[in-house]
């Protein structure tokens, strides 16, 4: 079964985002395996400034990568995708053998170059700024979405 690790920083803080989020997770479930890791985000002020914070972040995003995934980082600046890209990005995977996929949303001040650069495909599901809470919604809603366009199973229009 695939397994797929969605790493985010940030706490779901209000009810709304964890019962959306639970719902696409219950979803996920008959397709595959889902588990999502949330980071602590740091304060710059506590940090000494917002590089800072971003580093002590990334720092904690790279360490939680699971070994042999295929890295996807929700990126403004990545490849702009449709619905169907991501689910062919997932076929892609599945078909070439990698049964370990990541999803990486970053927090509020993004991540840095390393994060960048170790992961394999960098995504944008959209030019607009979303906050990160609501882009994890988006991201196990379209990961949902991806799965039943892949099965041909009404859902998708």
């Given at each position: 079964?695939?397994?797929?690790?969605?790493?985010?920083?940030?706490?779901?803080?209000?009810?709304?985002?964890?019962?959306?989020?639970?719902?696409?997770?219950?979803?996920?479930?008959?397709?595959?395996?889902?588990?999502?890791?949330?980071?602590?985000?740091?304060?710059?002020?506590?940090?000494?400034?917002?590089?800072?914070?971003?580093?002590?972040?990334?720092?904690?995003?790279?360490?939680?990568?699971?070994?042999?995934?295929?890295?996807f980082l929700l990126d403004?600046?990545?490849?702009?995708?449709?619905s169907e890209d991501i689910?062919?990005?997932?076929?892609?995977?599945?078909?070439?053998?990698?049964?370990r996929l990541c999803f990486?949303?970053?927090?509020?001040?993004?991540?840095?170059?390393?994060?960048?650069?170790?992961?394999?495909?960098?995504?944008?599901?959209?030019?607009?700024?979303?906050?990160?809470?609501?882009?994890?919604?988006?991201?196990?809603?379209?990961?949902?979405?991806?799965?039943?366009?892949?099965?041909?199973?009404?859902?998708?229009?």
């Open positions: 079964m695939l397994h797929i690790s969605v790493i985010a920083v940030g706490k779901l803080k209000e009810k709304f985002w964890a019962q959306a989020c639970d719902e696409y997770l219950k979803r996920l479930r008959p397709y595959a395996a889902v588990d999502v890791r949330e980071l602590p985000d740091i304060d710059p002020a506590k940090a000494g400034g917002e590089a800072k914070a971003v580093r002590q972040e990334s720092d904690a995003v790279l360490a939680a990568i699971p070994e042999g995934s295929v890295a403004i600046c990545g490849k702009l995708v449709t689910a062919q990005a997932i076929d892609d995977c599945s078909l070439s053998g990698s049964s990486i949303v970053g927090g509020s001040c993004g991540v840095d170059e390393r994060v960048r650069a170790k992961v394999q495909r960098r995504i944008s599901l959209g030019r607009i700024t979303l906050p990160h809470n609501l882009a994890r919604v988006v991201l196990l809603e379209q990961l949902y979405r991806a799965f039943k366009i892949s099965r041909n199973e009404p859902y998708h229009k």
